[in-house]
């Protein structure tokens, strides 16, 4: 065990120095599935993140987290389950690469990927594994399930001045558009659209043209030569599909404390956001059923 500052990484935990050594791993040398990698910016609710996805199902859980920062204690009971990576993940395309470094070895098994203070949510996931969903998925003839990202934040900032609260997190509960996505040669693409809202949309002033859209193959089958692309959509364009052909297919969403984060630390945008309430911010319940009522996911046809 090694201890600092009151945390810890057991030596039961598999730990990899770095990316390059993940990749020497063979195809499959992290048994079966489904696997979560969670990319950890900071230190903030990274262990809720972890406890979260375990708690779906997940076999194994991929943590990225740079060097010296460590576990909380409570993470002890599960370190048959977690794989510690060692990574620079303040870096743009740190998602990209961690995702696209195990690729290949994880080829055939279903996949999930997020950021620390990040919480996937799927319908009825209080009483289904995500290993159910992935199998429903399957027999839908689908490689993957489209994901929304929508921004959790603090209602009392002077409280949570980074705007994060668990016990106090608010989402919006409109405000959501979509835009034909459109190919390099400017034609409308089959079944997918750019979405849009929440923060990003609200403070679209302080966010870059490029990171505006909430959308993102969060969940999906690993395939051999797949890659994971800087706009979080893959190489293969039918699984950033939002629909199957014949009729519409299960949406998950990623609940993400992320944006609110950035926009109180970031010095542009720090000083001008006193407060991330509207007349259609809504008390998050933590339940698939308020994501479903509010339309920012659905079912599918049978699941």
């Known amino acids: 065990m090694k201890t600092k500052q009151g945390n810890y990484v057991s030596s039961d935990i598999q730990e990899f120095p770095d990316l390059r050594a993940v990749r020497k791993t063979p195809a499959g040398g992290f048994g079966k599935g489904p696997f979560a990698i969670v990319i950890a910016e900071d230190k903030r609710e990274t262990s809720a ?3 979260h996805v375990l708690q779906l199902g997940f076999r194994k859980v991929f943590l990225v987290a740079p060097q010296g920062l460590m576990l909380d204690p409570d993470m002890e009971i599960f370190a048959e389950k977690l794989v510690l990576i060692r990574d620079r993940t303040r870096r743009p395309d740190a998602a990209q690469d961690a995702v696209n470094s195990l690729m290949d070895i994880l080829a055939g098994e279903w996949v999930h990927y997020c950021f620390n203070g990040e919480f996937l949510f799927y319908p009825f996931c209080e009483d289904r594994t995500v290993a159910e969903v992935a199998t429903f998925i399957t027999e839908e003839r689908r490689s993957s399930a489209l994901t929304y990202v929508i921004d959790l934040y603090a209602g009392d900032l002077h409280t949570f001045p980074d705007a994060v609260s668990l016990d106090n997190a608010l989402l919006d509960g409109s405000g959501y558009y979509a835009e ?35 959308d993102r193959v969060g969940l999906f089958r690993a395939e051999t ?39 109180r630390s970031n010095p542009g945008s720090r000083d001008d956001i006193h407060d991330f309430r509207w007349h259609r911010s809504e008390r998050f319940q933590w339940s698939s059923q308020q994501l479903m009522d509010l339309g920012l996911m659905e079912p599918g046809q049978w699941f």
Request: hydrophobic share 35%; charged share 30%; glycine share 4%.
């Open 49 to 51: 993140t972890l406890h």
């Open 180 to 214: 034909p996505r459109r190919d390099a040669n400017d034609v409308d693409m089959d079944r997918q659209m750019n979405f849009y809202g929440g923060l990003r949309w609200r403070f679209e002033e302080h966010v870059d043209d490029s990171k505006r859209k909430i």
């Open 225 to 263: 030569g797949l890659r994971l692309r800087d706009n979080h959509t893959l190489s293969d364009e039918e699984m950033n599909t939002f629909a199957c052909p014949w009729h519409h297919s299960l949406t998950a969403t990623i609940c993400s404390f992320r944006v609110a984060k950035a926009l």
